[in-house]
T-cell receptor
Framework: AQSVTQLDSQVPVFEEAPVELRCNYS??????LFWYVQYPNQGLQLLLK??????LVKGINGFEAEFNKSQTSFHLRKPSVHISDTAEYFC????????????FGAGTRLAVHP | GAGVSQSPSNKVTEKGKDVELRCDPI?????LYWYRQRLGQGLEFLIY????????KSGLPSDRFSAERTGESVSTLTIQRTQQEDSAVYLC????????????FGPGTRLTVT
């Protein structure tokens, strides 16, 4: 069975500071990894995904994530955050075979302060 | 173009009543997924459709939950004899096919059972 652990439920940070949101997964098969963002009162939007190839993945809004197979991690980073990045961030995993059923972590609330 | 839409956006119902939630996927998307998001938690997979068949219903919590889909179009999630623990946001997502890795999410239906 697959599972996802987001190690921080809340991350407060000041504007223009760097941020890292941590995600660890467990799976007995090869996985695909995703980060989604949920702005207040909106649906989920895909930030970035890792399917194969380069372990450093760049997404929208200046975010990037690095797939580390040995540590089973897929941490999300941004070098300088903006107030508008305040949102809930979800890490998700799906198996590489069959259909794309997503298993989500509990989410990390990023709060950017001026 | 139009995204995934869901209706109603909010639903308050009394315990024991039946409710029906609707999802309109993006036109042309053959795969459709239902997820549930309880307060402060990540998303739980409920069911997925490929066309109008549902190969995986493993996430449906009980036999009070059912879903159907008309062709490659609208899907309805029905909860019979609602219980307070059914209170959650129900999210629908669609994708081009089961091997398409980007799922497009709707804004969700917030269900409150009193």
């Amino acid at each position: 069975a697959q599972s996802v652990t987001q190690l921080d439920s809340q991350v407060p940070v000041f504007e223009e500071a760097p941020v890292e949101l941590r995600c660890n997964y467990s799976s007995s098969v090869s996985v695909y990894l995703f980060w989604y963002v949920q702005y207040p009162n909106q649906g989920l939007q895909l930030l970035l995904k890792y399917l194969s190839g380069s372990t450093l993945v760049k997404g929208i809004n200046g975010f990037e994530a690095e797939f580390n197979k040995s540590q089973t991690s897929f941490h999300l980073r941004k070098p300088s955050v903006h107030i508008s990045d305040t949102a809930e961030y979800f890490c998700a995993v799906s198996g590489s075979g069959g259909y794309n059923k997503l298993i989500f972590g509990a989410g990390t609330r990023l709060a950017v302060h001026p | 173009g139009a995204g995934v839409s869901q209706s109603p956006s909010n639903k308050v119902t009394e315990k024991g009543k039946d409710v029906e939630l609707r999802c309109d996927p993006i036109s042309g998307h053959t795969a459709l997924y239902w997820y549930r998001q309880r307060l402060g938690q990540g998303l739980e997979f409920l069911i997925y459709f490929q066309g109008n068949s549902a190969p995986d219903k493993s996430g449906l919590p009980s036999d009070r939950f059912s879903a159907e889909r008309t062709g490659e179009s609208v899907s309805t999630l029905t909860i019979q004899r609602t219980q307070q623990e059914d209170s959650a946001v129900y999210l629908c997502a669609s994708s081009w096919g089961v091997l398409a890795y980007e799922q497009y999410f709707g804004p969700g239906t917030r269900l409150t059972v009193t």
